[in-house]
């Protein structure tokens, strides 16, 4: 069982940059591959990055790529976004998730793919 809790949402201009943090406890982390979703208000929950259990296999989705970085730290449990460049259209609630996922088959890009999930923080991008 891991638990995760998502820290580091805020309201940025266009523009600028906010680095989202995800804290999971559960001595499985370092096994698990981990993933940000995020959701905009009236739009299905889609796919940001994922990171595989050792942090050496990353993918993005191509609307953050070359924007967005996703890294892990597993002595201290935690993933991180570091998002730059920030559109209006990245506004949305982002979602840590994580799951015993193998990036051999894939990256894991799905929602359905991930059974441990965190409760969401709000980003917010002005124009």
């Known amino acids: 069982q891991v638990q995760l809790v998502e820290s580091g949402g805020g309201l940025v201009q266009a523009g600028g940059s906010l680095r989202l943090s995800c804290a999971a406890s559960?001595?499985?982390?370092?096994?698990?591959?981990m993933g940000w979703f995020r959701q905009a208000p009236g739009k299905e929950r889609e796919f940001v990055a994922a990171?595989?259990?050792?942090?050496?296999?990353?993918y993005y989705a191509d609307s953050v790529k070359g924007r967005f970085t996703i890294a892990r730290d597993n002595a201290k449990s935690t993933v991180s976004l570091q998002m730059n460049s920030l559109k209006p259209e990245d506004t949305a609630v982002y979602y840590c998730?994580?799951?015993?996922?193998?990036?051999?088959?894939?990256?894991?890009?799905?929602?359905?793919?991930?059974?441990?999930w965190g409760q969401g923080t709000q980003v917010t991008v002005s124009s």
């Open positions: 990171i595989s259990w050792s942090g050496y296999n990353t």
């Open positions: 559960g001595r499985t982390f370092s096994r698990h591959a």
């Open positions: 998730a994580g799951g015993a996922l193998d990036f051999r088959y894939g990256p894991p890009t799905g929602v359905q793919e991930y059974p441990y």
